[in-house]
């Protein structure tokens, strides 16, 4: 018996071997099928996308599994792409900055158009805080890495301040939020649907958003292995993105009501962010990748990333 049973595990380990080899259905041939998203609990076109369900379909019928990973903020959506969690997800302009100037092997591969009022520097209606001038000195909450980040730097710069005339409490937007509104910090710097959501559901006053500032992209993400490795998958992807994009822009009202209960927020609040947002994939031009390039100059030159980095470097060319 001892034989026999010793006989059938061999010829099991020698079927798992052999289907490794060949490529044949299994636990690793499943793995190799499978696309991880990461997204943002903030929502954006991937969060669309996936209360959508068509993309399950579209790369369904083509042999590939797709699995959804949902995160609070970029930076974290990031470090997971470097841990090999997830292969593809969107962030705002600074998260991938952080990411290259800490060595994560990713690639940009689309780009989304601006939406300058979808992110904002708020404060309490009766705070005396009055413009972006009177944060000198102030704890400003907001998320390591973000855009948020980059919008509150720029916006101190323009108001003739630096980075250090501030006290940055760094937080992620549900903590930022309850310091926020228990007053341990002075304002928030935070992007939609967070900002929706304090608009309504508290009294606050903005201090400052992307208008006549240099206006920044948000960004489609993959590791650079999985952008090599899966070239028309990742424009598979791209495509169905694109689709969801234009949908996206002619129904803010269906889009609402459409994250709604992904996201657990009243459609008031996510209508008043989709009144505001813009959606779409578009490759980087040498026009989107030289304002990326300030804005990594910026955080260096701000001592908020340890090197400076080059953006061109990392950009994906997709096959012809």
């Known amino acids: 018996m001892r034989s026999i049973t010793f006989h059938r595990r061999l010829l099991g380990a020698l079927t798992l071997v052999a289907g490794l080899a060949l490529g044949l259905p299994g636990v690793a041939s499943a793995e190799q099928q499978a696309l991880k998203i990461g997204f943002q609990k903030g929502g954006g076109l991937l969060a669309v996308l996936k209360s959508q369900g068509v993309l399950e379909k579209s790369l369904g019928e083509q042999g590939y599994r797709v699995t959804w990973h949902e995160f609070q903020a970029g930076p974290q959506l990031l470090e997971a792409l470097n841990a090999g969690s997830v292969d ?21 591969v689309g780009a989304e158009p601006h939406a300058p009022r979808t992110e904002a520097i708020v404060t309490h209606k009766d705070s005396p805080i009055a413009d972006i001038a009177g944060l000198k000195g ?18 101190l710069a323009k108001a003739g301040l630096s980075f250090a005339d501030i006290q940055p409490v760094y937080l992620p937007p549900a903590d930022a939020r309850a310091a926020f509104e228990n007053r341990s910090v002075d304002a928030w710097s935070v992007w939609d649907p967070y900002l929706a959501a304090i608009e309504k559901g508290a009294s ?17 993400e993959a590791s650079r292995r999985f ?29 609402a009501r459409l ?42 030159e701000q001592k908020l990333i340890p090197r400076s980095v080059k953006v061109g470097e990392i950009v994906w060319k997709a096959p012809q």
Request: aromatic content about 10%.
């Open 227 to 255: 952008a090599e490795t899966n070239p028309k998958l990742l424009q598979a992807l791209l495509g169905e993105l694109a689709k969801a994009g234009a949908w996206a822009n002619d129904n803010p009202g269906e889009v």
């Open 138 to 155: 102030k704890k400003v909450a907001v998320q390591k890495g973000s855009s948020a980040n980059y919008l509150l730097v720029a916006s």
């Open 204 to 220: 606050v006053r903005v201090l400052g958003n992307y208008e006549g500032l240099s206006q920044t992209n948000a960004f489609y």
């Open 259 to 300: 994250l709604a209960p992904q996201l657990g927020l009243p459609e008031d609040v996510l209508t008043l962010w989709q009144k505001r947002a813009r959606y779409g994939v578009q490759p980087l031009s040498a026009e989107i990748v030289a304002v990326q390039q300030k804005v990594a100059d910026t955080f260096h």
């Open 88 to 108: 593809f997800g969107y962030t705002g302009a600074p998260p991938p900055i952080f990411a290259q100037a800490a060595g994560i092997d990713l690639v940009y």
